[in-house]
């Protein structure tokens, strides 16, 4: 079992910047893939950006060059460092976990409680 705590939300104004947080307990050897989902109102969730425990790093097209993942595997922590924030990224930051990057993305194996993001213009 593994347990997720996302850190680093918070107000921002448009073109700010952020830097959430994500430290995982447990058993974490098993965890190969992790990621930061998004949630915005009246919207589903989408995955923003994966990495694997090697370093290969996937984003959806609406936040690439603006935002970037990160892992420091002595850490077991997962960033997202996230630039030129847009009032379209407002939305609840979801960190996830899975034994594998396919697995990640269709149906994760760990969820952090989230933490709220909010872009003003």
């Known amino acids: 079992q593994v347990q997720l705590v996302e850190s680093g939300g918070g107000l921002v104004q448009a073109g700010g910047s952020l830097r959430l947080s994500c430290a995982a307990s447990?058993?974490?050897?098993?965890?190969?893939?992790m990621g930061w989902y998004r949630q915005a109102p009246g919207k589903q969730r989408e995955l923003v950006a994966d990495?694997?425990?090697?370093?290969?790093?996937n984003y959806v097209d609406s936040v690439k060059g603006r935002f970037t993942i990160s892992r420091d595997n002595a850490k077991n922590t997962v960033y997202l460092q996230m630039n030129s924030l847009e009032p379209e990224d407002t939305a609840v930051y979801y960190c996830?976990?899975?034994?594998?990057?396919?697995?990640?993305?269709?149906?994760?194996?760990?969820w952090g409680q989230g933490t709220q993001v909010t872009v003003s213009s």
């Open positions: 996830a976990a899975s034994i594998s990057v396919d697995l990640l993305r269709s149906n994760p194996r760990s």
């Open positions: 447990g058993s974490w050897f098993s965890i190969n893939a």
């Open positions: 990495i694997t425990r090697s370093g290969s790093t």
